[in-house]
């Protein structure tokens, strides 16, 4: 039986249906009651929903042997974990927004707001520039506007967030999308479901493209 963790939510929901092209469906998980863990024995698959950013934890300790999570998380976390495959979905980047007069005013430290604290550090650490971090849990968009940051690193998906908050794009950080992730120990003994796994859902994504 392969343990899979999905991201609670759209991706989650996209991401169910390539497994289920795949052969290993378990209709049960669309149902829409608050059960988090579905089984189909016949498939040889148990599904959990977990918080998005949590999947990479579930997969780092074993308690599921796979998951999908966003490349967003897996720079941000470094989980210790395998990256099996670009399942190309969830695309979105990762970028340096602020308010459209926004001028870096270089002699002193930038203000930045972001859920991402580990990746903005390494972005503008390869940018030779001084950064003042300020960690924010959401609503990152708020900051340059109330005066906390001068810009902003976060998720970009359609831009809607950014435009109806009068917020332009001035940098792409990295490219994002959701990726099939393996626990370590667990590619070891299930080594053989795995591979099939991953296979078939190689397939799925190059029906895709
Ligand atoms: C994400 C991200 C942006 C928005 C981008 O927020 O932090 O705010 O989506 O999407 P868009 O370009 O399509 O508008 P999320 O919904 O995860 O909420 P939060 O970060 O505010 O918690």
Known sequence: MLNIALPKGRLGEKVYDMFARAG???PALLENSRKLIFENEEAGVRYFWVKPSDVAIYV????ADIGV???????EYRPDVYELLDLKTGICRMAVAA????RD????????AT?????AEHYYLSKGRDIDIIHLNGSIEIAPILGLSDVIVDIVETGT?????DLIVYDTVVPISARLIANKSGSRF???EIDRLVAEMAKIVEEKE
Not at 69 to 75: E, F, M, T, V
Not at 161 to 165: F, G, R, S, V, Y
């Open 99 to 102: 308010k459209k007069d926004f």
């Open 190 to 192: 299930k080594g053989g």
């Open 60 to 63: 780092e300790r074993g308690a």
């Open 69 to 75: 999570a966003g490349k967003d998380i897996l720079l």
């Open 161 to 165: 967030t950014l435009k109806e908050n």
């Open 115 to 119: 859920k991402f604290s580990n990746i």
């Open 105 to 112: 005013d270089t002699t002193r430290a930038l203000r930045v």
């Open 24 to 26: 290993y469906p378990c």
